[in-house]
Structures are given as C-alpha cells and as structure tokens.
C-alpha cells in the first residue's frame, strides 16, 4: 500500500484495538502470549476482533474439558481461565446494544467461574443487592488462613473485575482475600443488572464493605484497590467510608473527566457507565465526578499511588495532586519513569509492590 492510498476501515479498527489493547495490557492481565500474538495476527487478516477472539476462547474451553475429563485440574483451571480471558477481551470494543457482547460475556462469567470451582478454597461468586440490582464480584480466599483481611479490588471504565486476576493472585498467596467487583456501570453489575453509576456510587462500594464485614469467614479488616477510574472511585471511597483501611490508587485521577480533554471518542465508554445516551449529557455528568483538596483531607487511611510519567489517560500531575492532597500520614508515591497506563508493563514489579504494601497494613491487624 502505498502512502496515498486510504487504510480500509477493517485494518483502521484492528489497530485501535491493538492501541487499545496493547500486548502488555494484554498478558499482564491473564492473556496467554500466543493467544495475544494469534488475536493480532487474525485481526490483520480481516476477522473482526470479537470474532477472533471468540474463537480462540473457544479453543480454551475445549482444552480445559478435556484436561479435566483426564483428571488434570490445575491444568483444566488454567485453560479455563485463558478462555475467559480472551472471551474478556474480545467483547470489550462491542456496544451494549450488541446481543454478541453478553453471549460473550456470560462465557467469559462461566469459564471463570469453572476455573475457580477448582479452587482450593473454591472461588464464590457474590452478588450483593443494590437498588434494583446487585452488584457482582468473585470472592477469592487463601488456604488455611483463619478470618483473613480483604481487599476490594476493581477497575474503571472497561477494564473490569476479572482483569484484575493476576493481581489478585498475588495477595491470596500472601493470605489475603480478595473481592473482584464490578462496580456501578461496570461488567456484570451493568451487562446482567442494569446498575449505572451515580452519585451514590460510593454508598454501592459501602454495601460491598458491609457485605464482607458480615462475613464470619473473614475480619473485619477491608481495604480498596482501584486501577484507572478504579483508583479515584477507591479514593472517594476511602474519603467516605472510614472502615476502609488502606488504599490503594493505580493509574488513578481526581477528575477521571480528563480523558475526555485529549480523547473526545472516549464519551462512547461514558454513556454506558453513566446510562445517559446523549454523548453532551453525558460529558457534562462525568465532569462533575471530582475529589477536591477538601474532599483529599479526609483521606486519611494508609495510601498507596502509583502511576507511569508518560500517561496519557490521566496526567502524572493529577495522580500527583490527589497523593499530595491526601490527608493521609502514611503514604507513599511509586513512579515509573516509562511506565505505560496502570503499569501494565511493569506488571511484576507494580504486584509485589502492592502485595507487599497490603501486607504490612493488613496482616499485622489480625491475629
């Protein structure tokens, strides 16, 4: 192709996606490497993401029945789990509005949830009532740890609970529980429910506190970890709700409207979240989602923020004016210098520095 010709509208699509959803993004988040490489490949052949990622879910599952059916858990767990991974990131691009978009999702649901009935202690789907609604999560729990602290975990406009897996991985090995939710707006609590997220959200994420406070199984110790708009919907959450223990704030903002400044598409991603059609309205409603200096006094639990020099979803200087703000006495500031959105290309390394984190606020309180 020559510099004068126009790129066809297929391969334009394939790679906003593949901006979108770049290859460490991808497998720092529970993706398969080959299965990254054959979704990009495919997509440059002209199958639609969806489709092609569809497909390879598909072939997943397949392998996981047939390593259960020989008696190989783990493995069957792995390959379900790699399935639900592609079948994630395959709906991410369809509209709501799209009846692929829930197919996809409810076996994205099912095979992660077929993963984690291999668990040892199983991991348990949760659906707390919200409005009405309920809001959806996957309880994960360490072996052989009595009454564990948890920790809420979840993600912002359309990376959602299950994303979040691999890093919770990290927590339950070092006895910690976690909560995967999809909060108002976001995944199952949205797609299946029809929950939006309002002015109220901070009272939802409260409810989910509650919920697990309740829970014999576990202590009364709960903390929040949010990534992207996650992080500013942990950080509201922690301004408003002085149970929550410590905070963790990844890729985060205090006004996750910004993105709107340098990406006016991204309004397409904002009407669902808020359920408001009008792309205007819709603008004008997420503008008024901001954590002022006021409201950052009040956040005066352990904080964590961490945050790549370069990202462009939300500024560095923002991130830096919600730690700096906060009224927190122990908190600390990780930045990474080359670091990409939420860090996705330093995943390791931002796991064990929230793990670890986690664990020196949370473990020494039980017991």
């Not at 339950?172 to 995944?187: E, F, M, T």
């Not at 509650?210 to 992207?228: C, F, K, M, Q």
């Not at 006094?297 to 979803?313: E, I, K, N, S």
Request: charge should be negative; charged fraction near 25%.
């Amino acid at each position: 192709m020559s510099e004068h010709e126009a790129i066809p509208p297929w391969k334009a699509e394939a790679e906003a996606h593949k901006r979108a959803m770049p290859l460490q993004r991808l497998t720092g988040n529970g993706m398969d490497y080959a299965d990254v490489v054959e979704l990009y490949r495919t997509v440059d052949d002209g199958v639609g993401w969806a489709e092609a990622a569809d497909r390879l879910g598909d072939r997943n599952r397949q392998r996981a029945d047939d390593a259960l059916a020989a008696g190989h858990r783990a493995t069957a767990a792995s390959w379900y789990r790699a399935a639900s991974a592609c079948y994630r990131v395959g709906q991410v691009p369809l509209p709501d509005s799209d009846p692929r978009k829930l197919r996809m999702y409810r076996k994205l649901i099912d095979t992660y949830g077929e993963a984690g009935a291999l668990d040892d202690p199983p991991t348990e789907h949760v659906e707390v009532p919200w409005g009405s609604g309920a809001l959806c999560g996957w309880l994960l729990r360490p072996t052989g740890v009595e009454k564990p602290p948890t920790v809420i975990v979840m993600g912002g406009f359309d990376g959602w609970r299950e994303e979040y897996h691999v890093g919770a991985t990290y927590l339950v090995q070092r006895g910690i529980a976690v909560l995967l939710v999809d909060g108002p707006g976001q995944g199952e609590t949205r797609l299946l429910h029809g929950v939006r997220m309002d002015h109220d959200v901070d009272g939802a994420f409260s409810a989910l506190v509650g919920h697990l406070r309740a829970d014999e199984r576990l202590s009364d110790t709960v903390a929040i970890w949010g990534n992207s708009m996650g992080g500013f919907l942990a950080a509201l959450v922690a301004i408003r709700d002085p149970r929550i223990a410590a905070c963790v704030v990844n890729g985060g903002t205090t006004r996750p409207a910004e993105i709107l400044d340098r990406f006016h598409r991204f309004t397409s991603k904002i009407q669902p979240l808020l359920g408001i059609d009008d792309p205007d309205a819709a603008t004008r409603a997420m503008n008024e989602y901001v954590l002022t200096p006021a409201d950052l006094a009040d956040l005066t639990c352990p904080l964590l923020v961490l945050h790549g020099t370069p990202d462009q979803v939300f500024l560095i200087e923002n991130a830096r004016a919600l730690f700096d703000q906060a009224g927190a006495a122990d908190k600390t500031f990780r930045e990474w210098t080359d670091g990409d959105h939420c860090i996705y290309n330093h995943s390791h390394e931002k796991h064990v520095t929230i793990a670890d984190w986690f664990v020196d606020r949370l473990l020494p309180s039980i017991g």
